[in-house]
């Protein structure tokens, strides 16, 4: 089955948003073995949504259309679709009956540009959309079933999921097996994740892949068939061995996500000070849905001022080190610890750029620590040549794994190749 992916959108076209939907959808087709093998994004103008219905109609079994189901006047798939078919656009009796309802069932007045979404092209087969106004549907031209689906991302992924997925298994009776196993990690480069892996011999029917979506890199181990899937727990064992430390995690898309599944519940408390993050540190956690169970505050403590009245810093400790030392970064994350006795403290103080930086401490130099309850540890990191957020979000990341190695009772401190460190 070769499928394709039409976007559609001037605000996606011209870059004012990131087109996260086409990420999540190719992401999400692949963990079942289906490859996307073209994709395009198509401004809000019906003759060039026309003519690439019908161009792509000719190479692809099914096209997974997105956006352009809404209400107003720039919304124009159903209006482009139908032109493509030579048809006309009629009234889809049962949405609009739908239509009525749900916006009763909100309690919301409908306006009357709504019913627009009720108009389908005259040989469309209705797609039903559970959680939001704009009605799904799937037309046959030429070779390919072009699946329509709304642009709003909540919506989609229900689309997807509970319409899409099904409709392709039946139509093209897709029954092989599958199995995917990830491993995140973090501080290596993807060509060299490559290069040790290079001579891994890897049975029929399993593949490597690789997904960098920084600070992490995502290894993709993907299994087809049940005696491949047979196999997948030794390869994944192979190449962990292999790979050693770098590997942070096992099907979590990242290491927060790791932290949050490490604590949830664990009866382990987790104050966090921030400087240089932000917040960051915090917020990737907060994310998750029952954080409050071992998370007790994240403190931003940005100025000096506020690292001394609030974390207790002791003011020569500045005078002496500065904001961004070991010295300090211990210091506040004693105090953010102490504050509510909690077993763990994370902080962090650094120059995230792209200003602030001197020869002794250039931009990108981060310091981090760990705190808990028996000792302290501590490190400062280079993070040269990086962007103001990807200094953030590295730094967020090493001092998430510096916890995660505490948990599991590892050396809290590593070795990353494509880090290197200050000597203490």
Same mark, same amino acid.
């Given at each position: 089955m070769k499928l394709e992916m039409i976007c559609t959108g001037e605000e996606v076209l011209s870059g004012q948003i990131i087109d996260t939907n086409a990420a999540w959808v190719a992401n999400t087709m692949m963990e079942l073995g289906i490859e996307t093998q073209h994709r395009i994004t198509v401004g809000d103008r019906l003759e060039e949504l026309m003519? !690439?219905?019908?161009? $792509? *109609?000719?190479?692809?079994d099914v096209i997974i259309v997105n956006g352009g189901l809404g209400p107003t006047s720039d919304d124009m798939s159903a209006e482009a679709m139908a032109m493509a078919k030579g048809e006309t656009l009629v009234e889809n009796v049962e949405w609009r009956e739908k239509l009525i309802?749900?916006? &009763? #069932?909100?309690? #919301?007045?409908? !306006?009357k540009s709504n019913l627009k979404q009720a108009w389908l092209p005259e040989s469309a087969i209705m797609v039903d959309n559970p959680v939001g106004t704009a009605c799904g549907f799937r037309v046959k031209l030429n070779k390919a079933w072009l699946f329509f689906t709304p642009g709003v991302p909540f919506e989609l992924k229900h689309m997807i999921k509970e319409q899409f997925i099904p409709f392709i298994k039946e139509e093209f009776e897709i029954s092989e097996n599958t199995s995917l196993k990830k491993l995140l990690t973090i501080g290596h480069g993807e060509s060299s994740l490559a290069d040790s892996l290079s001579e891994l011999t890897l049975p029929d029917g399993i593949t490597l892949g690789y997904r960098s979506s920084m600070p992490h890199i995502e290894i993709k181990i993907f299994a087809r068939g049940d005696k491949a899937i047979s196999k997948l727990p030794n390869v994944t064992k192979k190449v962990k061995a292999i790979l050693g430390i770098a590997v942070v995690a096992e099907d979590r898309p990242t290491l927060a996500a790791e932290?949050?599944?490490r604590l949830y519940q664990s009866g382990f408390s987790l104050s966090i000070a921030e400087s240089c993050t932000g917040g960051l540190v915090t917020s990737q956690l907060i994310d998750f849905s029952g954080s409050s169970s071992y998370l007790h505050h994240g403190l931003v403590t940005y100025s000096n001022e506020s690292k001394v009245k609030v974390l207790g810093v002791n003011p020569q400790i500045l005078d002496d080190y500065g904001a961004v030392s070991i010295a300090t970064v211990e210091a506040m !994350?004693?105090?953010? $610890?102490?504050?509510?006795? *909690?077993?763990? &403290?994370? *902080?962090?103080s650094g120059i995230a750029g792209p200003d602030g930086g001197s020869e002794e401490k250039p931009v990108g130099t981060v310091a981090i620590a760990l705190a808990t309850k028996h000792a302290v540890y501590s490190q400062m990191i280079k993070l040269p040549s990086r962007s103001r957020q990807l200094v953030r979000s590295i730094s967020a990341a090493i001092a998430y794994d510096m916890l995660r190695r505490a948990l599991l009772g590892e050396a809290v401190i590593v070795d990353y190749p494509s880090i290197s460190r200050f000597a203490k």
């Open positions: 003519n !690439a219905f019908i161009e $792509r *109609s000719y190479h692809a309802e749900w916006f &009763a #069932r909100n309690n #919301r007045q409908m !306006a932290i949050h599944h !994350a004693r105090g953010a $610890r102490e504050i509510l006795d *909690s077993d763990f &403290a994370l *902080s962090t």
